[in-house]
């Protein structure tokens, strides 16, 4: 899915381990590779190792084991000012006791670039971010928002090839956030650099991303495309992690390649798609989208699976509907309908049946 | 640019609801007064009530803290102690034309012997002695060894020659009614302040009744004075003392002790003579009032303060300058270790604090002294010879060691809280643009940590800078402060005026100081907590 016109491996994580205190890993066996220009997101809870990941790569920590990769050399014994990586923190990180320009003006005084050739990389940096005319500010006189167009710009300056983000936008208001994304995005993809960019947002992942690495407990659970992550989870962690999801728990009875029964604990039967189970007596989860849930049975096929529900909350949403319902013995089953004129409005209590296609209901990891 | 500052700028609770802004004008309140006075006056009750917290402590500090030391300022100008014991001498000074090129004549001489009579009797020459002594050496023992004398002085001559020509003077009684009647008053003046001043001493000092003791020998001086100049008042006794044998009172001070006639003694008492004075100060500076009344430098070798001045700004420096040496690499170190390393570092930090000041500096003068721990292990390293054993105590080596040991806690708190407010993710992204540990420390840590050392700096100068203790146990003489020398005066020499002149001028000196470095740091770029 990459964009960029390279698809060897730019940067590769080759069974790197990290433990801090030798006795825990903090990320186990990863494995990650990612090409010229693609922008790669890594998506974890805190404390799932996607930060120390991001540390690795830019050099502030050491890997207890593997080898990191940067253009095809290995990257474990450089130091960071080597590296040549820029990177762009959540605080920000601007020097305060700089102005703008002097903080832009730092990574190419320490390349040694002469004034003239510094004024004007600058000048263009901080175009490119539509800050042209606050050169002379301190950071401190600037918003939250100005201030990361800065960190942006001094992480570009010295034209770096792979820039990493840490959270940047974790510290701003929703509708600054959503510019921001487009913009960083839009800015990556026209200067053809490679991003790693760490995040918690899933919203964020999903919209920037050519793809988002989802990480827990030291681990990638699944590394794909947004869509994909977000139609085709994995596992039940990237179900419930991507997105809003519904769970259900059960046994799978009957399994063929495309399709499986599972015998919820109520005792009742559901169709689902077999992603994580493969023989018969399996305990699993299977996983749900709100959206996906069809309570206009005609629209499925005949033979499908029903199950009952009583209509718990009706929240009218808009452009969509959102129905809480109590299904197999769970009351927190949610349902997205669109606002449409031959959707009913349900009443708390009402019974209806719901069902959904066999390839909309993935039979998880228990 | 579409998107504005996050947090929008704080503002002060409007006092009541309903603010507007009219067109022109200040804000308004709903009841259409100025919004400014409203806030103020619901502001008011809070003031008052803080005010209330800290008025106990307030009080005590003005009564305990802030008085005592104004009186203590005042003394350093005060100087009323001359004028009060030798008011008489003090007035014939003004009129004598004598000064400088030679001794006063013989009215400042009769003065002198009233006042130096009354002063004996109420033993206050000996403290005018020690003050005058100061600034001048030797007139403590002429104002005791004369004050010794005065009451042997052969005035009465004139006392038995008036009673013998009018034997009526011989009584108190009669004294006393002549002395009520103003005319006689006037006539004769001196007779008049010296009869005062011997009733009031005899009340006063002897606690006797002056209508049964003897008039003293002053009172028959002062009015064969008065008589002598022409006075015959109405009502007072006819005496002729054109026959009178008369003795010069200048000869009996001459005789007395003859430094009495150097007009280099009377001119120190004429310029110590007005309330105030500036001789504590020049003193202070080592200078003093020439015998024309202007400032000059003291001799060289009573040259002591501007040198101790000097030692102590100097010195303070140093300390100054080697506890951010030590302390700075120890403040790194505690603000990027994890908490709970740091939190031990910090307890071996702060371990001096809780052990006795007197402990320490003994324990210096243990380790440091010629047959301490130090020379007796370099000696034993063989860096050091035997015979040539290093001096590190009672001299400024010592000082500066000691104190360095015990000021640097002062230096690494303020530090350490600076530091801990600067993200570890600066270094990082210094580096991130190509800075290597080093100019990523200069370029970008260090300058943060500036406040810290300036907190520190400033701190740990002015503790220094008016230590005691320390100093006066491990700095010998050549490592003492000024304030031992102020100590010294407080409670040696008893020298209180000189003593607040130097506190007074350290003080100046600090505020100046701190001044100085508001101008060029900013004293609210210093952060000493938080």
């Known amino acids: 899915m990459a964009q960029g016109s390279s698809t060897e491996a730019f940067v590769e994580f080759e069974r790197v381990q990290k433990s801090y205190d030798g006795e825990k890993l903090v990320v186990k066996d990863l494995n990650l590779s990612l090409p010229k220009g693609e922008f790669l997101t890594m998506l974890g809870p805190s404390g799932s190792g996607?930060?120390?990941?991001?540390?690795?790569l830019a050099g502030f920590e050491t890997a207890t084991h593997g080898e990191i990769r940067l253009d095809g050399k290995s990257i474990n014994n450089i130091p960071p000012h080597k590296r040549g990586i820029g990177m762009?923190?959540?605080?920000?990180?601007?020097?305060?006791?700089?102005?703008?320009?002097?903080?832009?003006?730092?990574?190419?005084?320490?390349?040694?670039?002469?004034?003239?050739?510094?004024?004007?990389?600058?000048?263009?940096?901080?175009?490119?971010?539509q800050m042209g005319e606050f050169k002379n500010r301190r950071p401190t006189q600037l918003s939250g928002g100005q201030q990361q167009r800065i960190a942006l710009a001094r992480a570009l300056v010295f034209e770096p090839e792979l820039v990493l983000m840490d959270e940047p936008l974790g510290a701003l208001d929703k509708q600054l956030r959503e510019t921001l994304q487009f913009e960083i995005t839009e800015l990556a993809h026209r200067l053809g650099i490679t991003v790693v960019y760490v995040t918690h947002d899933q919203t964020e992942a999903l919209t920037m991303s050519d793809r988002v690495a989802v990480f827990d407990d030291g681990r990638i659970q699944q590394l794909a495309p947004p869509d994909e992550l977000y139609e085709k989870p994995q596992n039940s962690f990237v179900a419930q992690f991507i997105g809003e999801n519904n769970t259900l728990e059960g046994v799978v009875e009957k399994?063929?390649?495309?399709?499986?029964?599972?015998?919820?604990?109520?005792?009742?039967?559901?169709?689902?798609?077999?992603?994580?189970?493969?023989?018969?007596?399996?305990?699993?989860?299977?996983?749900?989208?709100?959206?996906?849930?069809?309570?206009?049975?005609?629209?499925?096929?005949?033979?499908a699976h029903t199950l009952p529900a009583t209509v718990q909350e009706f929240i009218y949403m808009g452009d969509t509907f959102r129905t809480r319902l109590k299904v197999a013995g769970r009351d927190d089953f949610i349902m997205k309908t669109r606002n449409a004129p031959d959707q009913p409005r349900l009443k708390p209590g009402e019974q209806i049946r719901i069902g959904w296609l066999a390839e909309d209901c993935r039979a998880l990891d228990a | 640019m579409t998107d504005s500052a996050t947090t929008p700028p704080r503002q002060p609770m409007a006092a009541l609801p309903g603010g507007e802004v009219t067109e022109e004008g200040p804000m308004l309140a709903a009841d259409g007064r100025p919004l400014k006075h409203s806030l103020n006056r619901a502001l008011r009750r809070e003031k008052l009530r803080a005010f209330l917290l800290v008025s106990p402590l307030l009080i005590f500090i003005l009564v305990a803290f802030v008085a005592p030391i104004a009186d203590m300022l005042f003394r350093s100008v005060e100087n009323q102690i001359v004028s009060e014991t030798l008011p008489r001498t003090v007035a014939a000074l003004r009129e004598d034309q004598n000064l400088p090129q030679a001794a006063p004549g013989e009215p400042v001489y009769e003065a002198l012997y009233t006042d130096l009579f009354i002063a004996a009797e109420y033993k206050s020459h000996t403290r005018l002695g020690s003050r005058l002594n100061y600034e001048m050496t030797g007139l403590s023992s002429l104002f005791r060894g004369t004050g010794r004398d005065v009451g042997r002085f052969d005035t009465d001559i004139y006392t038995d020659q008036f009673i013998e020509a009018e034997p009526a003077l011989e009584d108190p009684v009669a004294w006393t009614n002549w002395m009520e009647q103003d005319e006689i008053r006037a006539g004769l003046p001196f007779t008049a302040d010296a009869w005062d001043a011997w009733v009031k001493l005899t009340v006063e000092a002897n606690e006797d009744d002056p209508l049964e003791e003897d008039v003293e020998d002053f009172v028959y001086t002062a009015l064969y004075r008065d008589l002598a100049n022409g006075a015959d008042p109405e009502g007072f006794p006819d005496v002729d003392v054109s026959e009178f044998e008369t003795v010069s009172i200048k000869a009996l001070f001459e005789e007395s002790d003859e430094d009495w006639v150097d007009p280099e003694i009377w001119q120190v008492i004429k310029t110590y003579s007005p309330a105030y004075t500036d001789g504590y100060f020049l003193n202070s500076v080592d200078m003093m009032n020439g015998p024309d009344g202007d400032a000059q430098w003291r001799p060289a070798d009573e040259q002591i303060y501007l040198k101790l001045f000097w030692r102590t700004m100097w010195m303070s420096l140093a300390i100054t300058f080697s506890c951010i040496l030590l302390g700075y690499p120890i403040a790194y170190l505690l603000s990027t270790l994890p908490l709970r390393s740091a939190n031990v570092l910090m307890i071996l930090v702060l371990l001096p604090f809780w052990t006795s000041l007197l402990v320490r500096t003994s324990a210096w003068k243990v380790l440091l002294q010629q047959q301490g721990v130090i020379n007796d292990t370099l000696v034993w390293l063989g860096i050091v010879s035997d015979a040539n054993r290093l001096a590190l105590i009672n001299n400024a080596t010592g000082t500066v060691i000691a104190m360095t040991h015990i000021l640097l806690p002062f230096m690494i708190l303020p530090l350490y809280s600076v530091m801990k407010t600067i993200p570890p993710s600066y270094m990082r992204a210094a580096k991130s643009m190509g800075a290597n540990d080093w100019t990523a420390f200069w370029r970008v840590w260090f300058p943060l940590s500036v406040p810290?050392?300036?907190?520190?700096?400033?701190?740990a100068f002015i503790l220094s800078i008016g230590y005691y203790i320390t100093p006066e146990i491990v700095g010998g003489t050549e490592g003492v402060f000024i304030s031992n020398r102020i100590a010294y005066h407080i409670s040696s020499s008893l020298n209180w005026g000189l003593a607040a002149a130097l506190g007074t001028i350290l003080l100046a000196l600090v505020l100046t100081l701190y001044w100085v470095y508001d101008r060029i740091v900013g004293i609210d770029n210093v952060k000493l907590g938080g």
């Open chain 1, 50 to 56: 996607k930060t120390t990941c991001l540390m690795m």
């Open chain 1, 88 to 129: 762009v923190f959540q605080n920000y990180a601007l020097f305060p006791h700089m102005t703008v320009g002097e903080n832009l003006s730092f990574p190419l005084e320490v390349r040694k670039l002469s004034k003239s050739e510094r004024e004007q990389k600058i000048a263009r940096a901080l175009d490119m971010v």
């Open chain 1, 255 to 303: 399994i063929d390649a495309t399709t499986c029964l599972v015998r919820l604990d109520g005792g009742e039967v559901i169709d689902a798609l077999p992603v994580n189970v493969s023989k018969v007596g399996e305990r699993t989860r299977v996983s749900i989208r709100p959206e996906r849930v069809e309570s206009n049975l005609e629209r499925l096929h005949p033979d």
């Open chain 2, 452 to 459: 810290g050392i300036g907190a520190g700096s400033i701190l």
